[in-house]
């Protein structure tokens, strides 16, 4: 995203909350823990700002859809957020509003941080240093928890509808500002309240972090992780923050370690449980993936290329690590024999590990279906995803409906079952999942693939609205209403939608368009009745 349209966003965003002057945040009182927020600062009020911030999140280039990682990171969040529910950290309100969502950012700084509305951004740089899925457990259950006592209210303001103006415009805004200095400012706009936190805005109180690791550690413990993942990560932020100050580390900024802090932490991890790993060598291959993902930049993937030298005294773990960020890195390179080369090494190490982690097979295979795909080779792509066990998963089901909807425009015969079938799978998926982007956008591709355009628009529609671009869903839907006066009986369901989900976004744009306007007015107004 362009800054020029961050700062059209930034307006945009803010001219929805924007119903009287903001007020200056050196005088905002910090509510005490236990207080009760503000009715004004609501939950319905906290979620709807969460919605507006990721339309801008998820448009932003930093924003990434990988699959495999969301599948892997979810495998943890998920645990978490039923164990809090368990717990009763999270009420019956934020249960039903809140998105609950962890989300990836392309960066190597090691950093995670909670947005309003239960969204929770992580950095690659974090997921690449971690060694174990308990220490990436911790830091999630320690996010988590600052969104379950909603620690951003509370460290805002007394709640009024003014904070939510600052709120917004320091995220948006902010974001701006904190990466202007980079190489890729032109096109960076993201990390969610990265810049925010980096410039002290957000930064919770150690009250609030005392509270998070509290509240964490008993959620980290009844989701089955090991409490000794908090005292490892500790120990790794504490060396590297004596070790250097390079920026490199922003968790550190806006969730200082203290001596306390640390020491609780080993204590907690004395007296804990030992869990047992579950599939390490999956960690492993994320680990690596994240590495690869990271840094698109050619020289650093011909670095990671070169990883495939591996030395004779790597541990099987090393080994792999190695050999699949080679793979990623040939295949980002588009190096088809040396990425196939790695991958076939790796599985040798998987299949003659003694842990069998099935998994970790499987996510090879997904890779080497990706090169296929991206190497034009649609048929034994198809192939090959057809051949695996149906596991469920996103990444399954997107790479399948990618493969099909390949191997059906280069006109393979076996691909129109297929195809059809991720289709319907695809279609019961966003039924569900109305926020998944890809899903959508893969949904529309195997539409128009078998011929189904009306379909194929309304989901093109859907793709974009999930971005926040309402005109640009609006316009796929008009289309799709002119197309609909041909419409088949067959298809009337289809032009059915399509008309109802045309006035409900033109419904959405004009309380827009009224909101900025009233704002555009000048200043303070009464908030608008429903």
Do not use: C
């Amino acid at each position: 995203m362009k800054l020029s349209r961050l700062s059209a966003a930034v307006a945009a965003t803010v001219a929805l909350w924007a119903f009287a002057p903001v007020a200056p945040l050196a005088q905002v009182r910090l509510p005490a823990l236990g207080e009760s927020v503000s009715d004004d600062f609501s939950v319905s009020a906290e979620h709807k700002l969460g919605e507006q911030i990721m339309h801008e999140v998820r448009r932003d280039p930093d924003y990434i859809d990988d699959p495999q990682l969301l599948d892997y990171l979810q495998t943890i969040w998920q645990p978490l957020v039923q164990a809090a529910r368990e717990r009763g950290e999270i009420g019956a309100d934020t249960d039903t509003l809140y998105g609950w969502e962890p989300f990836l950012v392309r960066d190597r700084t090691v950093n995670a941080f909670a947005l309003p509305g239960g969204y929770v951004g992580v950095h690659l740089g974090l997921m690449a240093i971690t060694v174990t899925r308990d220490e990436l457990a911790a830091v999630l259950a320690h996010e988590l928890s600052h969104v379950t006592q909603r620690h951003i209210a509370r460290s805002m303001t007394n709640a009024s509808r003014q904070s939510l103006v600052g709120l917004a415009a320091i995220i948006l805004g902010a974001i701006a500002a904190g990466r202007s200095g980079s190489a890729d400012a032109t096109q960076a706009v993201i990390v969610g309240g990265q810049a925010a936190l980096q410039q002290g805005q957000l930064n919770f109180s150690r009250d609030m972090e005392r509270e998070a690791d509290r509240v964490g550690y008993g959620v980290l413990s009844t989701a089955g992780f090991s409490p000794g993942g908090v005292a490892s990560m500790f120990e790794k932020l504490e060396y590297a923050s004596r070790l250097n100050d390079s920026g490199a580390y922003p968790y550190l900024r806006s969730h200082p370690l203290t001596t306390e802090r640390i020491g609780e932490a080993r204590n907690r991890s004395s007296v804990g449980k030992a869990v047992p790993q579950s599939a390490p060598l999956w960690h492993v291959l994320m680990q690596a993936r994240a590495r690869v993902l990271m840094d698109p930049r050619d020289q650093s993937l011909r670095r990671l290329q070169g990883a495939d030298a591996v030395p004779a005294a790597a541990s099987p773990a090393e080994r792999l690590s190695a050999l699949y960020a080679s793979a990623l890195a040939s295949t980002e390179l588009r190096d088809w024999s040396r990425a196939d080369t790695a991958l076939q090494q790796a599985l040798a190490v998987v299949r003659n590990s003694p842990h069998g982690d099935t998994r970790a097979d499987t996510e090879l295979q997904w890779l080497r279906a990706q090169s296929l795909v991206a190497r034009g080779e649609p048929a034994r792509a198809l192939e090959l995803v057809s051949s695996l066990p149906d596991d469920g998963s996103r990444t399954g089901m997107l790479l399948r409906a990618e493969a099909a909807t390949a191997a059906h425009a280069a006109r393979v015969p076996q691909a129109a079952a297929p195809l059809r079938k991720s289709m319907e799978t695809l279609q019961t998926w966003v039924s569900v999942n109305r926020n998944d982007a890809s899903a959508w956008t893969h949904l529309a591709q195997a539409s128009d693939q078998l011929g189904l355009r009306l379909r194929a628009l309304r989901a093109e529609a859907e793709a974009r609205a999930v971005v926040g671009d309402l005109n640009g869903a609006i316009d796929r839907l008009r289309a799709g209403q002119r197309l609909a006066r041909q419409a088949t009986p067959a298809e009337f369901v289809d032009a059915s939608i399509v008309e109802a989900r045309l006035r409900e976004l033109q419904h959405q744009r004009r309380e827009l368009m009224a909101e900025m306007r009233g704002e555009r007015r000048g200043g303070s107004r009464e908030e608008p009745q429903e």
